[in-house]
């Protein structure tokens, strides 16, 4: 069993930034594809970014150029470095990773972004 650990979650303010991390004690983290997805009240859970076991990413249309996924396999741990946050990036972000047939989540981390 991997459990995932989500940190960084807060207030910010428009315009402002935040760096989510998602760590887990699983020494195979390397081998697994991390995403992040984040849902809003009243919305269903959406991609935001992923990150491949050979460090390919893709982003959701809404935060390219905003957002950055990246891992430190050292360190058993995905980052989500999120800038120029806005009002509509307001959600609980979750961290999920997987690999072969293993599906894991994370508790989640609330963003707020408000002034």
């Known amino acids: 069993q991997v459990q995932l650990v989500e940190s960084g979650g807060g207030l910010v303010q428009p315009g402002g930034s935040l760096r989510l991390s998602c760590a887990t004690s699983?020494?195979?983290?390397?081998?697994?594809?991390v995403g992040w997805y984040r849902q809003a009240p009243g919305n269903q859970r959406e991609l935001v970014a992923t990150i491949t076991n050979s460090d390919s990413t893709n982003y959701a249309n809404s935060v390219k150029g905003r957002f950055t996924i990246s891992r430190d396999n050292a360190k058993n741990t995905v980052y989500l470095q999120m800038n120029s946050l806005k009002p509509e990036d307001t959600a609980v972000y979750y961290c999920?990773?997987?690999?072969?047939?293993?599906?894991?989540w994370g508790q989640g981390t609330q963003v707020t972004v408000s002034s």
């Open positions: 699983s020494n195979i983290f390397s081998a697994y594809a």
């Open positions: 999920n990773a997987h690999w072969l047939a293993y599906n894991y």
